[in-house]
């Protein structure tokens, strides 16, 4: 039996209590026998109940509306306002809090859109700094009750709680629970939880009732619940995937429950292979701890399409300063440049250049770039743009000194000095301009 707490009227409550025994409050943590629809001990009806609740190990969290409820905790004015984190005008939606899902605003949609559906909206650009923060309070707290935690965003991870009953006296679920309650009271937003037996069954359960969820799908009935569910919840299975496959007359699970894994791998390939385990409830990955970045990059998207040359160069060093003042904030470095552009018509480009050693120097990811840049700009206009470094290693191996172009070291040191600076006074206390001009080629 999936679980998915809901509340309900006292009176459909009597009429369906809980069949199964040791329900557990999320709000006290008490736990209560077969039948209860209240807790014992506090009262509350958020009680979570199945026969596979103090078995399960492995969980998926994911924090409600991550952005947006950070900003209506900041501002308790807006916590009954539909709110929209995002990029101005011609920008995307990063998050939208319930209320403005109400009316039809997703992740990812493009902003004009967001407000045409949603017009009384309160529009707030990014914070990313205040949202990391938060993150990495939350990640700190999940890694304090196992070292198996794998990120999947700054608001999301997995954890497997296998073998810690022990450690914290208390099953799996009880512990979850204890940290979700901490993440609300203590932080002051809310997150949703989905246990099960392997990581694709607690992610498709930590979906099923948000916000402030927490759903459990068993082993014994996993098979049996993604029977009726449509195919676009495996993961991997986009919308250019869903249509090949309703092309082929397959729409829901349940019809790959019923084919053989053969038959699938010669259709689909090694996506096949995975739809196979994965319509069946089984998922033999692992959660594998924290992994390094594989790349660090900032980017923009403008209010207006730029096609100049000369307008896109400025702009462009000051993401290379971003890029570079986080690679030397974590004491990394990267050999690969990449830049990024978005045409008026949403076409992706990208383009890379590897360097002869690794950097964190903004004037240099600024070079690569700008030649990049060059070669892009033929007249199209260009309504994003973005830089980045990935073959990430550590700083120590970073920018020697080069012996043969003294003003390249000259470029080090005066960025380097610049840094300092800017430590001590303030990042607006020294002007590029009176070492460096971004606008030429060094």
Same mark, same amino acid.
């Given at each position: ?64 509306? &991550? ?10 004015? +807006?916590? *009954? /306002? #539909? $709110?929209?984190?995002?990029? =101005? ?124 969820? &927490? ?10 619940? +993604?029977? *009726? /569910? #449509? $195919?676009?919840?495996?993961? =991997? ?206």
């Amino acid at each position: 039996m999936v679980h998915k707490h809901v509340d309900m009227p006292e009176k459909d409550k009597a009429e369906k209590p809980f069949e199964t025994a040791r329900a557990l409050c999320r709000d006290c943590g008490a736990r209560s026998a077969a039948g209860t629809v209240r807790c014992k001990a506090c009262g509350s009806p958020r009680l979570v109940s199945h026969p596979e609740l103090d078995s399960l190990t492995i969980a998926h969290i994911d924090c409600d509306a &991550f952005y947006a409820s950070i900003e209506k905790r900041d501002n308790p004015e +807006l916590q *009954d /306002q #539909p $709110v929209i984190i995002g990029g =101005g005008q011609r920008g995307v939606v990063s998050t939208a809090c319930y209320i403005a899902r109400i009316y039809g605003v997703r992740s990812a949609m493009p902003m004009f859109k967001a407000l045409e559906a949603c017009p009384d909206a309160v529009v707030i650009k990014p914070n990313m700094e205040k949202y990391a923060a938060v993150g990495r309070d939350i990640r700190e707290r999940m890694q304090a009750l196992t070292p198996l935690v794998e990120p999947l965003s700054i608001d999301e991870a997995f954890l497997d709680l296998t073998g810690t009953e022990r450690l914290h006296h208390a099953t799996p679920a009880e512990t979850l629970a204890k940290l979700i309650r901490e993440i609300e009271n203590d932080i002051g937003i809310t997150a949703s939880v989905g246990l099960a037996a392997n990581k694709f069954l607690a992610k498709v359960a930590s979906d099923l009732e948000k916000p402030r969820g &927490f759903s459990v799908i068993g082993q014994s009935e996993a098979k049996r619940f +993604l029977a *009726d /569910q #449509p $195919v676009s919840l495996i993961w =991997g299975v986009g919308r250019v995937f869903q249509k090949k496959l309703f092309a082929d007359g397959i729409k829901t699970i349940g019809q790959l429950q019923t084919m053989e894994p053969s038959d699938l791998a010669a259709r689909y390939g090694s996506m096949g292979l995975r739809l196979a385990q994965l319509c069946q409830g089984e998922d033999e990955r692992l959660v594998k701890p924290e992994r390094g970045a594989k790349s660090v990059s900032s980017e923009t998207t403008f209010n207006q399409d730029i096609s100049d040359f000369d307008a896109l160069r400025p702009v462009l060093w000051q993401l290379c300063e971003k890029v570079s003042a986080r690679l030397k904030k974590a004491g990394i470095a990267g050999r690969t440049i990449n830049l990024k552009l978005k045409t008026a018509d949403f076409k992706t480009i990208t383009r890379a250049r590897q360097s002869s050693d690794p950097t964190q120097l903004a004037n240099r990811i600024y070079q690569a770039g700008v030649d990049l840049l060059a070669k892009e700009t033929d007249g199209r206009r260009f309504r994003l743009i973005g830089i980045g470094v990935s073959d990430l290693s550590a700083a120590d191996t970073a920018d020697p000194t080069d012996l043969i172009d003294e003003q390249a070291e000259r470029r080090k040191q005066a960025e380097l000095a610049m840094d300092n600076l800017k430590t001590k006074f303030g990042k607006s206390a020294v002007e590029l301009g009176l070492v460096l001009d971004p606008k030429k080629k060094h």
